[in-house]
């Protein structure tokens, strides 16, 4: 087996500022809804659904206290002024490319002003500057679960349509500021995610609605006002600068059925297409049918202005990107059955597949056939932008042996390999929290996604010293060899166990 990876592949790295950055009330800098987020460590850290929710008083709490022990995103591993040294290794490490996040509230700090905050237009200068002068490609997202809470308490988020001309003013001022340095955008980071953990994408506060079915309706609108949004933004980007690629951004959950029973496998295929139905309207310009047909049936009112499908129709995105984390398994039968969780869903267990310490499904080969899927849907570039398995690594000796870190990417990297050979074109790979980071999940710091550890505990105790683990050299070969190595390592394996049976 060979390296199908083309020349241009972009190997990288993939973080959110939210995570990342810290110095959340450094140069202007408004709260977004990231800073509200808090660690709760008599959670259980499998409880992705009270990991992720934050209630009215928990807001309230948030504001009212500067306490960064139990809301760690804002100190997050202090990107903010360790840019610089953190571009330095990613470039030891050979990294082509880093996906980032501009925080909305460096820029307007509370969402609705009409021009931006000079310190944080100039951070980003810098930033920008520095890694294109370490010769790293950026990635950035528009909007990765940082919001201006401003927005979230004043405007309902994005139930209101007065913030789609809010983030639009944004995304042009990102545009034309620095379209000098980047070339490929996202907008919304996971857009699927809306009914996960609505206050995190949306801004919206499930407590404030009086049922379910309105909540629900709330969560549609906020979602259609997104879409309304990425196609203004790609027109903006496309007039500002012709040259800028936009990409939509879902979280990939496939779904397989249990049996060959046909209502298991009708079950799977409901899964895959509403999982499909974010990035359809942002490829096809279009709401799928049956989601019409679901709004109808249980009385859901989607306000739409004058002019809205058009917009839809006209300004679709340059390519398709999206996270991979584990597979799932849909059965009729499933109340009976052992499950596991993961990225806030809930599946069946697969007998056929390891479990990471965070009950996450690891299914390299799920990554080969979501590729070739999704592809055969949309005929347009796809660019895996997170993936990666969160663990609990242990830093003895200043030394960091995380061989299962290995062992995941390199059966995963195999499967895109795979899937290139079959004919997809896939412009890259940006693996998730490259640097060790604070969970969106759980707020923590022990669930490790890195090739580089961050000296920091889930309380913010610790030096915040980086040391490269095993997998930081592992990768640098990787993508000096762009794929190759993958493949040498298998046959000197084999010439090792030839030589020890002889």
Known sequence: MKSYFPKDFLWGGAIAANQAEGAWNVGGKGLSVADVAKYKPETDVKDYVSQWHVSPEQIEEAMATDDDVFFPKRHGIDFYHRYEEDLALFKEMGMKSLRISIAWTRLFPNGDEQMPNEEGIAYYHRLFKAMRKNQIEPIVTLSHYEMPLYLVNTYDGWVSRAVVEMFTRYAETCFKEYSQYVNYW??????????????????????????KKSA??????????????????????????????????MTRTL???LTSNPEDVLLAQQHNRENYFYADVQVFGEYPQFVKNYWIENGIHVEMAPGDEEILKLYTVDFVSFSYYMSMIK???????EKVGGNLVTSVKNPYLDISEWGWQIDPIGLRISLIDMYDRYRLPLFIVESGIGSLDELVDGKIHDDYRIEYFRNHFKEVNEAIKSGVEVMGYTTWGCIDIVSASTSQMTKRYGFIYVDLDDLGKGSYNRFKKDSFNWYQTVIETNGESLYEEIQTEKVEKTTAHS
């Open 186 to 211: 996202l907008t919304f980071n996971e857009i699927d995610s809306v009914f996960r953990h609505p206050f995190t994408t949306v801004g919206v506060v499930e407590e404030k609605y009086p049922d």
């Open 331 to 337: 059965s009729v039968d499933e109340d009976h059955m």
């Open 216 to 249: 629900e309706e709330a969560i549609y609108q906020a979602l259609h006002h997104q879409f309304i949004a990425s196609s203004i933004a790609t027109k903006l980007a496309k007039r500002i600068d012709a040259a800028n690629q936009i990409g939509c951004m």
């Open 255 to 257: 779904a397989y059925p």
